[in-house]
């Protein structure tokens, strides 16, 4: 199984850079204003419903039903359930899609609330029109996924985890190439998502067909595999994606704040979800096809031992990854970001609820390796009772904390909320049986927590005032940063081999 983690944590760790050019574009052409507001609006409804449809609800519910098709049936009729979810899939789809492009003002109203509250038609009617044009990425990165829930179900993890690189080389070409062709540049953007799914879509057909299971769609609501598939649906839309509407809450309560609170959400998010996506999503990806034929077999103890797997690699890369996002979160915003269209402000801003978010890293890592041991045992119900508590914790603390803490408490409530959810995920695989930790816990934690604090004294100590940041040009910046990160890593991981920790401990599930 590690091989199959380092495939998919490098093509992650790929598109995460990329992603990180992308923004860093985005940054310094367009800035943090009420343009980018509009379009990170425009862009948010699509991609939290593709959470939800894609790798959200519709993957755990789908990977499960489909490894036991193909560790209990034949090839033939595996292949008419992959025709049969691809036909009522796209259906579905497709009226959704349409019905979202219709009523792109009223979503707007909702979930940009703020800007017809603030008055600001212009913005409104702008981030109206992205939507339109943004809203079929939902159905074209829905059928990715669902050629990626296939592909990874035959232990294909390279060419999924690829696939989200041409997202963002599609931004970055239409940012620099399109936009000054446009009369409201700003709506490249749009131009280049819409692209995106497309072209994600085509790069993972001619490999579906070497597998012989390129879809031909059969629309088939009644089928025994669809409905099934239903069914976990209907509660995972929810649960898998209580982290994703938490974050859709604090973009409707940032719309009311100050102009670009949601653009300083939105970079500021965008850096912890690089080691969450090259860890946390990886591992997920990776344990959810395992820990469904294990459990289609009837193996308990190698289900548990695939999580408990999961969870030491969770600990070792997860800590030191948020002490050193908390501690470089200025650093980091003002290297890559701080522009004349990104000013010193911006940067502090960002900063703020960047080290908000970092505090959540592991818990947001846990939950990406918890909720696969509840619907690889198509179990949904369970995690859409804790999602609720997580969710209902959110709103709570969203609202307490907004006022003292503007934008930055809205980041610190899902970071809170985010926590409670993967505790009560654990005891729930606790109490069912489902996880049993194995030995040796103990002395993995006495090596990683001093060596994580080693770790961040060094980087305390190095990182100097956010001030001296801003006052260096782009490349000192960028030298200077690379040198702190290699550092904070030489120290860690120095540290950790010199207290016994070696790789080969963490190769086997």
């Not at 359930?81 to 219709?102: K, N, P, S, Y």
């Not at 470089?328 to 269209?341: E, V």
């Amino acid at each position: 199984m590690f091989k199959y983690l380092a495939k998919v944590g490098s093509n992650t760790l790929l598109s995460r850079i990329l992603g990180f050019v992308r923004d860093l574009v985005l940054a310094h052409v367009f800035g943090a204003n009420a343009g980018t507001d509009a379009f990170f609006v425009a862009f948010k409804i699509p991609n939290f419903l593709r959470r939800l449809f894609a790798e959200g609800a519709f993957s755990v519910a789908f990977v499960p039903v489909l490894a036991e098709y193909k560790e209990k049936r034949g090839f033939d009729e595996l292949k008419r359930f992959v025709d049969r979810v691809a036909g009522t899939l796209g259906a579905v789809l497709l009226a959704v899609t349409v019905v979202g492009v219709l009523g792109a003002p009223a979503l707007i109203s909702v979930f940009g609330a703020g800007f017809l509250a603030k008055g600001d038609q212009t913005t409104f009617w702008l981030a109206s029109d992205m939507l339109r044009l943004t809203f079929p990425y939902l159905l074209f990165i829905s059928l990715t996924a669902f050629a990626g829930g296939i592909l990874n179900a035959h232990n294909r993890f390279g060419v999924p985890a690829f696939t989200p690189v041409l997202l963002n080389i599609a931004l970055i070409s239409c940012a620099l190439w399109l936009a000054p062709l446009m009369q409201r540049p700003i709506m490249a953007l749009a131009w280049g998502v819409l692209l995106a799914g497309i072209l994600q879509l085509l790069f993972q057909y001619p490999f579906l067909r070497r597998l012989r299971l390129a879809p031909r769609f059969r629309f088939a609501p009644r089928d025994e595999g669809v409905r099934r598939i239903g069914r976990l649906m209907l509660p995972a839309l929810f649960g898998v994606s209580v982290t994703q509407l938490n974050l859709l809450l604090d973009t409707l309560i940032a719309s009311f704040l100050a102009s670009g609170s949601i653009s300083w959400l939105y970079y500021s998010d965008r850096l912890m979800e690089f080691p969450l996506g090259v860890l946390g999503v990886a591992l997920g990806t990776v344990i959810l096809p395992s820990l469904s034929s294990h459990h289609a077999n009837a193996s308990r103890e190698a289900f548990s031992r695939t999580i408990d797997w999961a969870l030491r690699w969770a600990l070792l890369f997860g800590l030191p990854a948020a002490v050193g996002l908390f501690l470089l979160s200025g650093p980091m915003i003002a290297t890559l970001f701080h522009s004349d269209a990104f000013d010193a402000q911006d940067v502090l801003m960002s900063r703020r609820s960047l080290m908000a978010y970092s505090l959540g890293l592991l818990p947001f890592i846990l939950i990406k390796v918890f909720a696969p041991g509840f619907y690889a045992r198509q179990d949904t119900a369970t995690p859409v009772r804790f999602a609720v508590i997580a969710m209902l914790s959110n709103m709570v603390l969203n609202l307490a904390l907004v006022f003292p803490l503007a934008h930055a408490g809205l980041a610190l409530a899902t970071t809170l909320s985010a926590s409670l959810n993967a505790l009560l995920l654990y005891r729930g695989l606790r109490q069912a049986g489902a996880y049993q930790p194995d030995p040796g816990w103990r002395r993995l934690l006495a090596r990683a927590v001093p060596a994580s604090a080693l770790m961040g004294l060094v980087l305390y100590l190095g990182a100097g005032d956010l001030a001296l940041w801003l006052e260096l040009d782009g490349v000192e910046r960028a030298a200077r940063l690379l040198l702190w990160v290699a550092a904070g890593a030489g120290a860690y991981f120095t540290a950790l081999y010199l207290l016994g920790v070696r790789p080969r401990d963490f190769r086997g599930a």
